[in-house]
């Protein structure tokens, strides 16, 4: 679902990188074939690790100015041959978060709601049964400088992995177990990555559209830009164009391809393709979603490289120094999405995890994923390092 615990129902990570940049400030021909062509070597050398590590399937796509790349390793089921295909279906985890922000700065476009309004007169569950320390806006909690505490630290204690997996789930049922928690006032203005942030901004959506926040997206993000084959509400877990992926709990293989619990989760629900995501970002990096004010506020960092609903990595290739993206890791899955500060560039990179043993705790499974997440991150943007060199 998000990125800030790991545990027996989801793996949750957030670092920020300072990666080495490309040579030179601006670069010329934008790529050569030769940089083309060491990207891509790049890429599969790392995929092809992945492979060899165990996982059941990966897909890639970049694009650059005037080229594009794409391939899928592996197979689309674990137990059958059937090879991926670059189009196929995944969860993208805390991606959504990014989708999710879009959302909510096409609410502040409309001037349905400012970035620096708060929260607590319009969403009930900010008077029962969370009880915030003062006013909580929109920007805190886009930005996760809420100080909201996390629901996941009590969710993972409410059953078993496979209890969890298999049954629905709600964004107030979240932000109940979000109740059970202290909110320090001292933790207000202080980013800490909590999904809590983003069941928040669901419900918000979900009042100023009146309704659900499966066809909010839908209506205000994925039809404007033609993402025909993403979706957060509908469950279509028997396509044939799943990535499917597969836990262990007490020796048991189970499946976990579109899980249950996150079906209208705004932090990490949505089911996509990578050519999907990808022109998302670069139809929200090109002003074909959103003004170029709301852009260059959802661009502005609070702290620690995380802006509004998007990561932030260094980039010397581009003028303003930086790329934008997202990371999202669910139960199964791992994805990264970067693009460049002008949308001209971007990369996707997504993973049908090994069959892993998921329980509560469980130091080795959480590394192992973790490993898998930041080499993942590294070379995407390595990739785009070496396209612009």
Known sequence: MGRSRVGALMVLMLIALFLNGCTGGNAGPWPSPTASSAAIV??????????????????????????????AYGVRDGGTNEPARPEDRFS??????????????????????????????????????LKPPGPITVRQLLSHTSGMPEFLSVYEQSGTPKELITSGFSMQRGLEMTATLPWDPRNVGHFAYSNSNYLALGQLLEKLRAKAIGD????????????????????????????????????????????????GFPGGGVVSTA?????????????????????????????????????????????????????????????????SDDGDSQIVIAMALPTLPMKVGDPVTARKVDHYDSQMELAANKALDQLCA
Request: with cysteine; charged share 25%.
């Open 42 to 71: 790049s890429l599969e050398g790392t995929i092809k690790r992945f492979m060899e590590d165990g996982a059941t399937s990966v897909v890639v796509q970049v694009r650059w100015p005037g080229g594009e790349w794409s391939k």
């Open 92 to 129: 993208i985890g805390s991606v959504t978060k990014s989708m999710t922000a879009a959302a909510v700065m096409k609410l502040v476009d409309e001037g349905l709601i400012g970035l620096d309004d708060p929260v607590n007169g319009i969403l009930e569950s900010f008077n029962t049964p």
């Open 275 to 339: 050519e999907d995501v990808n022109d998302f970002f670069r139809g929200l990096f090109t002003g074909g979603l959103i003004s170029a004010p709301a852009l260059k506020e959802m661009k502005t960092v609070e702290s620690t490289n995380y802006a509004l609903g998007l990561m932030r990595w260094r980039d010397t290739c581009s003028s303003s120094g930086y790329r934008y993206g997202h990371r999202g890791s669910v139960t199964g899955y791992l994805t990264t999405a970067v693009v």
């Open 216 to 263: 909010v997206l839908r209506d205000d993000i994925f039809r404007p830009l033609g993402l025909d084959r993403s979706t957060l509400s509908a469950q279509d877990r028997q396509a044939q164009d799943n990535l499917r992926t597969y836990i262990e709990v007490d020796g048991e293989r189970v499946e976990v391809t579109q899980a249950e619990q996150l079906i």
